[in-house]
C-alpha cells in the first residue's frame, strides 16, 4: 500500500480471514489422506502474503510454497523457514541467501542438483515435469546416481489441465508413478487446487492449493464450498448527469441510450481492474447493480449510476469480484484477477 500522510485512500480491498481458512479446511478435508500445504506466491495471490501466512499457519498449514527467494525472507519471520518451498529453485545467485535462511528450495534441473549438492545444501525438493514442460525434470534426465547425496524430502509434478476433463491428466499421472520410484524422496506432492478434485489417485502425501484459498472455483464441484475473500471497493469522484447520445469514456465505446446519472470512481488497470472489464463489469452500491460503461482507463472507471438516485460523491461502491463470475465477464483468468490486484488499496483483513 501507498502511503499517504494525512490523506484517505480512494481504493481499499475488503478482506474476509475467515474465509480464507474455510476455503483452507475445505481444501485440506477434499485432500483425504494427504496434507494440504498453500502456495502464497505473488504476495498470497495479491492479498498480501503476510497476512495469509499467518492466518493459514494458525488454521493448521505447515508448508507453504513461494516463487522466489525474496519471496521467502518476507514470511521467515512468521513460520519456520523450513516450512517454506521456494518453487523457482536455487541460482547461481541463490546459494549464500538459500543456507542463511533455511528455506527449501524446489530443485528443478540436474544443474540446480549439482549446485546444492557442491553447496553442501542440505534437505530440498525435487520438481519432476510430468508434461507441463515448464520447470522439472524431464524423465529422460533422470540418470544413474543423479540423486546422489541429496537429502530430498519432497519429490513433486504439476497438473496441466486439471481444471478440464481430459486424458492429459491420467498421462501425468502415470508417468509421475513411474518416475518417483527412482527419487528417494519422503513425501510425494502432485495436486494443486484443481487436482485434489480428482480424487485420492492425485493425493499422494501433500497437496499445494492455491487459487482456491483466495476464492477460485477451479472445478465446478468447488463452488458450493469455496468463499470469496477479496472485496474490492473504490470511492465516487463525481457524479454527472449525461443527456442520450452522451459518449463516456476513451473512444466513445458507450454512448448513453437516454438520459443517465454517471458516477466517475477512482479504480482503474493501474489497480488491476482491466481492459476486459470495459462495458462489461459492475459494482454495487445499496444492493443496487452499477454497470461499468465505457473503457477501463489507468486511474479511472465510470459506472450507470441511473438506478441509486441517493449514491453520493465520496460514498464507496463494491465490485462485482466474485472471481468466476469476474473472470467470465472479463475474459481473464482468475489467477489474474488476484495477482493483478495493485499496491494502492488499502487492505483491511476481517
Given at each position: 500500500?501507498?502511503?499517504?500522510?494525512?490523506?484517505?485512500?480512494?481504493?481499499?480491498?475488503?478482506?474476509?480471514?475467515?474465509?480464507?481458512?474455510?476455503?483452507?479446511?475445505?481444501?485440506?478435508?477434499?485432500?483425504?489422506?494427504?496434507?494440504?500445504?498453500?502456495?502464497?506466491?505473488?504476495?498470497?495471490?495479491?492479498?498480501?502474503?503476510?497476512?495469509?501466512?499467518?492466518?493459514?499457519?494458525?488454521?493448521?498449514?505447515?508448508?507453504?510454497?513461494?516463487?522466489?527467494?525474496?519471496?521467502?525472507?518476507?514470511?521467515?519471520?512468521?513460520?519456520?523457514?523450513?516450512?517454506?518451498?521456494?518453487?523457482?529453485g536455487v541460482g547461481e545467485g541463490d546459494i549464500m541467501a538459500a543456507l542463511s535462511l533455511g528455506a527449501r528450495p524446489m530443485l528443478n534441473s540436474p544443474a540446480q542438483i549439482e549446485r546444492w549438492r557442491v553447496a553442501g545444501g542440505g534437505r530440498c525438493h525435487v520438481m519432476i515435469d510430468s508434461g507441463i514442460n515448464r520447470l522439472g525434470i524431464g524423465p529422460e534426465q533422470i540418470s544413474s546416481g543423479l540423486f546422489d547425496g541429496l537429502d530430498i524430502d519432497i519429490v513433486a509434478s504439476h497438473l496441466a489441465s486439471a481444471d478440464e476433463d481430459g486424458p492429459q491428466n491420467a498421462q501425468q499421472l502415470a508417468l509421475f508413478r513411474q518416475v518417483i520410484s527412482m527419487v528417494p524422496a519422503q513425501r510425494r506432492s502432485f495436486a494443486n487446487s484443481a487436482g485434489i478434485m480428482l480424487g485420492p489417485d492425485y493425493h499422494f502425501?501433500?497437496?499445494?492449493?492455491?487459487?482456491?484459498?483466495?476464492?477460485g472455483i477451479a472445478r465446478p464441484q468447488m463452488a458450493a464450498f469455496i468463499k470469496q475473500v477479496a472485496f474490492p471497493q473504490a470511492q465516487v469522484l463525481q457524479i454527472r448527469d449525461l443527456p442520450a447520445a452522451a459518449p463516456v469514456g476513451y473512444n466513445a465505446t458507450f454512448r448513453c441510450p437516454a438520459a443517465m446519472r454517471v458516477a466517475t470512481i477512482s479504480l482503474g488497470y493501474a489497480d488491476g481492474y482491466l481492459r476486459g472489464f470495459s462495458n462489461s463489469g459492475a459494482a454495487?452500491?445499496?444492493?443496487?447493480?452499477?454497470?461499468?460503461?465505457?473503457?477501463?482507463?489507468?486511474?479511472?472507471?465510470?459506472?450507470?449510476?441511473?438506478?441509486?438516485?441517493?449514491?453520493?460523491?465520496?460514498?464507496?461502491?463494491?465490485?462485482d469480484y466474485t472471481l468466476a463470475d469476474a473472470s467470465?465477464?472479463?475474459?481473464?483468468?482468475?489467477?489474474?484477477?488476484?495477482?493483478?490486484?495493485?499496491?494502492?488499496y488499502w487492505r483491511g483483513w476481517q
Open positions: 500500500m501507498i502511503d499517504a500522510p494525512g490523506a484517505q485512500m480512494p481504493l481499499r480491498l475488503r478482506l474476509d480471514g475467515g474465509a480464507l481458512t474455510s476455503n483452507y479446511r475445505f481444501l485440506a478435508n477434499a485432500s483425504g489422506s494427504g496434507v494440504a500445504g498453500a502456495a502464497v506466491k505473488a504476495n498470497g495471490y495479491g492479498l498480501g502474503a503476510r497476512e495469509v501466512v499467518a492466518r493459514l499457519s494458525k488454521a493448521g498449514c505447515r508448508d507453504f510454497f513461494v516463487a522466489h527467494w525474496a519471496e521467502a525472507f518476507a514470511i521467515a519471520d512468521i513460520v519456520p523457514p523450513d516450512q517454506i518451498t521456494v518453487l523457482n502425501e501433500l497437496t499445494r492449493p492455491g487459487l482456491s484459498l483466495y476464492g454495487k452500491f445499496d444492493g443496487t447493480s452499477l454497470p461499468v460503461i465505457g473503457r477501463v482507463s489507468m486511474d479511472l472507471v465510470t459506472l450507470d449510476a441511473s438506478g441509486v438516485q441517493n449514491l453520493r460523491e465520496g460514498d464507496w461502491v463494491e465490485l467470465r465477464q472479463s475474459g481473464l483468468s482468475q489467477y489474474e484477477l488476484l495477482a493483478g490486484l495493485g499496491q494502492r
